[in-house]
């Protein structure tokens, strides 16, 4: 190999690469008794590091199919999801999972917490999923997500912003490359609404890649990019022209 074609050789290996989550024509069926929906029709999509893409659309338009598919929780029927260079879909369970724990953070809807452990342990118990040290304390995030004080409480004993942040630490648990929020401001008011968005930009801030499925104005306001799902399928792409910065809430 020339000097100039091992040099760029080298420069390859030690780039990272921007384009941390890519899904290249995404196909999801579903059969159910007698009935069958296709639920995912060929989307394509890319976020890179500390970019935070909005997913908007209607009910039953495949956001939430979408966004399983990306976690490796559920395995497309057609095409394939990327995290860095490494393929995702089309892989058994247990390996999906072990690259989720490793590169991706959940939040999912029902806030992903075992409701008969403390909030801590919850966070405890996802850092277990990875071998090693875990970056960051259970003690720290809970801080950061200024639940310092709930280390002990039970999530049935949280409020909902409490527990929307709750779920947020727990996804937060392994210092994931890659973060994926199903309506992380749901049921929010519109204080704790823009604290969790705060945490959510703060992250993508440090280089993570975020995306967020959501039909709150603000969410897509604080994004990066949107893109629009219909009917399983995407019906536009926009840069957010001028993004508001949520306020400073938390470090
Ligand atoms: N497990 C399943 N079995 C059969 N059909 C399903 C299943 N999960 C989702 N679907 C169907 O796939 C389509 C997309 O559902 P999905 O939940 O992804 O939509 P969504 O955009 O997230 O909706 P919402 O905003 O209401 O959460 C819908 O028609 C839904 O009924």
Do not use: W
Not at 30 to 55: I, K, P, W
Not at 83 to 92: F, K, M, N
């Amino acid at each position: 190999m020339a000097d100039h074609q091992r040099l760029l050789h080298l420069a390859v290996m030690v780039m990272p690469d921007e384009r941390i989550l890519t899904a290249r024509e995404l196909y999801r069926f579903y059969r159910a008794d007698e009935e069958e929906t296709l639920a995912l029709r060929g989307v394509s999509l890319q976020v890179q590091r500390g970019e935070t893409l909005a997913v908007v659309g209607p009910s039953g338009s495949g956001k939430s199919t979408l966004l399983a598919c990306l976690a490796g929780l559920d395995e497309p029927s057609g095409g394939e999801v990327r995290v860095g260079g490494l393929r995702i879909s089309h892989r058994p369970e247990t390996e999906r999972a072990r690259l989720r724990a490793r590169h991706i953070g959940v939040l999912l809807q029902t806030r992903n917490l075992l409701p008969h452990v403390s909030i801590r342990d919850n966070i405890r118990l996802a850092q277990r999923a990875t071998a090693g040290r875990p970056a960051v304390s259970a003690q720290e995030l809970l801080g950061q997500v200024e639940l310092a004080e709930r280390t002990h409480a039970l999530p049935r004993q949280l409020s909902g912003g409490e527990l929307a942040r709750a779920g947020l630490a727990v996804a937060l648990a392994n210092s994931p490359d890659i973060l994926l929020a199903d309506e992380p401001t749901g049921e929010l008011d519109g204080e704790t609404e823009q604290v969790v968005l705060t945490l959510l930009r703060n992250r993508a801030a440090q280089g993570c890649a975020v995306l967020i499925v959501t039909h709150s104005a603000e969410a897509v306001r604080v994004a990066d990019r949107v893109i629009g799902l219909e009917d399983g399928r995407t019906v536009g792409a926009a840069v957010v022209p001028e993004r508001q910065e949520a306020p400073d809430v938390i470090g």
